[in-house]
């Protein structure tokens, strides 16, 4: 059997005008999320930096790889937002256009995998950064789509039913979409890979790999948000919400420990999913 990482690819570019073409692409994505409100000013230079800096290290396939999560988390943040606003303005901490932190807890992980990439040239990492992605799209399916479910979610903790938009909660149509999402990502990486020559067993066993890594991520997010992501009581509705204020005072913490938000529980799980994968690869 072939080692996992027998697929050896340099990702990097040498050109400068494909460093230029790039970063005004990725200029071009930040500008194009702040003007559709999907990103606050601070977060679309962020994820303007952050695309660079992914380009630098991993050339186009970690360029791709960030924008097929970008943009499909943007169209769904959009599709039937007229339902779901107003169950995020309800529970979530924060609502609206995503700020820099946001853009951090979802790309972070990626860039702590690519840089060891660019350093060591092991292909290992190529597979945890793909993973990476693929639990931060699987997690934003799995919110922006299971949301609409017509079946209450319910918690992984205590498998009784939660108020949909609750961190922890979880439904089969959220968990479709989940391993939706993920498989997009690692069918990215599949389609790269291809153009780069490489095709046959090995790849269908990393893109697999990549599709369970990433949903991996999302499980441990909604394990994680269920178990220690703080919950509070809302002093308006007497319901949890995620807010641990509400018009300049403070809610009650019911549950969780109140430093762990949903920024975290995103970084957290994404990160962890990225090692599990990397460890698997490297070391099998």
């Not at 360029?63 to 097929?68: A, K």
């Not at 339902?83 to 932190?101: E, F, M, N, T, Y």
């Not at 972070?108 to 690519?114: F, R």
């Not at 790999?209 to 269920?226: N, V, Y």
């Amino acid at each position: 059997m072939e080692n996992l990482t027998d697929y050896s690819l340099v990702a990097q570019t040498g050109s400068i005008l494909e460093h230029v073409i790039y970063i005004f692409f990725s200029l071009a994505g930040a500008f194009f999320a702040y003007w559709r409100k999907s990103l606050r000013p601070s977060a679309a230079l962020g994820a303007f930096l952050l695309a660079v800096a992914l380009y630098l290290a991993g050339g186009p396939l970690f360029f791709m790889l960030l924008m097929v999560f970008f943009l499909s988390s943007t169209f769904l943040s959009h599709f039937k937002a007229g339902l779901k606003d107003p169950i995020a303005a309800r529970i979530h901490a924060k609502s609206g256009p995503r700020d820099i932190v946001q853009v951090v807890a979802n790309g972070g992980a990626a860039l702590i995998m690519a840089v060891p990439f660019a350093i060591s040239q092991n292909p290992a990492y190529l597979v945890a950064v793909a993973a990476s992605f693929a639990a931060c799209n699987a997690d934003t399916w799995a919110s922006e789509i299971g949301i609409l479910s017509r079946r209450a979610p319910v918690s992984l903790i205590t498998l009784k039913p939660v108020n949909p938009g609750l961190s922890g909660g979880v439904s089969p149509l959220g968990l479709l979409a989940s391993l939706g999402g993920s498989a997009v990502v690692a069918l990215t990486y599949g389609l790269f890979q291809l153009m780069a020559g490489n095709s046959g067993e090995l790849l269908w066993m990393q893109m697999g790999i990549i599709t369970l890594g990433g949903l991996l991520g999302s499980i441990l997010d909604s394990l994680m948000g269920a178990a220690i992501q703080a919950k509070y009581i809302s002093r308006e509705t007497g319901e949890l919400t995620e807010k641990p204020n509400q018009n300049n005072k403070p809610n009650q913490l019911h549950s969780g420990l109140s430093f762990v938000n949903n920024d975290f529980v995103n970084f957290a799980s994404s990160l962890l999913a990225a090692v599990l994968v990397f460890i698997f690869i490297d070391f099998q």
